[in-house]
């Protein structure tokens, strides 16, 4: 029994463990683009403190979370309706529904990316059909802009946002809502005192899931936003890849590991409170 338990804790030290102390213990080095690799291990902070001092990381921070937040709030616009159709759709129809949902990722999610590019060019279909019916001789491009981006995103992630919303809405009592009509509460009424809140852990779920990937994203930034869009994952890749600055993209990845963790953190920690209260 013990070593049936010790097998996904041997797998996480050794692939999530190990991996972490070693980019640590990089993002606490020195650059040193004479060696190879380019840096001196030892015990520096200052690649941590150009994270917040430096204008640059500061904006792209500050960029990636809006942008992540926005985006997150177009997947729950979006996904709410979506989950809750699915929800209270005929039994026998659910299955296809929620297959349609996670259709996409029957594609390589480059490849989709590429699609997106194709459409929101400035002779993509977009604009073609813009042109053809008329509503616009110039209508310009979204390619390259901020709202290619949240476009982006949110094709990407809204599954991330369907599925943990349909989970919690499927599970709803109906008869609540039915006690609520009988008491003669509108439709709309028994939805924001019933629905909404008990609905609320699958709203969490589906911002976390959504939020946390989007705010470190750097296929959709780079190949819809262009050089105009500034997010930390672009920033990592440049240090890295670029730059040859292996300390600061290391210290770049441990904050962005910190910033996914501790939202986790807290939502499980709610969440076995909650079961704690409810037993």
Known sequence: MRAVIAVPYAWLAVFFLLPFVLVLAI?????????????????????????????????????????????????LALGYPMAYAIARANPERRPLLLML???????????????????LSENGMLNQFLRWSGLSDHPGTILGTEWAVHLGIIYAYLPFMVLPLYATLEKLDISLLEAASDLGARPFAAFLTITLPLSLPG??????????????????????????????????????????????????????????????????????KSLESAE
Request: glycine content about 8%.
């Open 203 to 272: 709203i969490i779920a589906g911002c976390l899931l959504v939020f946390i990937p989007a705010v470190g994203e750097f296929v959709i930034p780079d190949l819809l936003g262009g050089t105009r869009t500034l997010m930390i994952g672009k920033v990592l890749w440049d240090e890295f890849f670029t730059n040859s600055d292996w300390p600061l993209a290391s210290a770049v990845a441990i904050c962005l590991l910190v910033l996914l963790v501790g939202p986790i953190a807290l939502f499980q920690r709610q969440q076995a």
């Open 101 to 119: 949902v996670v259709l996409p990722f029957w594609t390589s999610f480059l490849i989709r990316v590429y699609a997106w590019i194709g459409l």
């Open 27 to 75: 993002a606490l080095g020195t650059n040193d683009p004479d060696s190879a690799p380019p840096v001196a291990l030892g015990f520096n902070l200052g690649s941590f403190a150009r994270l917040f001092t430096d204008k640059l990381y500061v904006a792209a921070w500050l960029s990636s979370l809006r942008i992540a937040a926005v985006s997150t709030l177009g997947c």
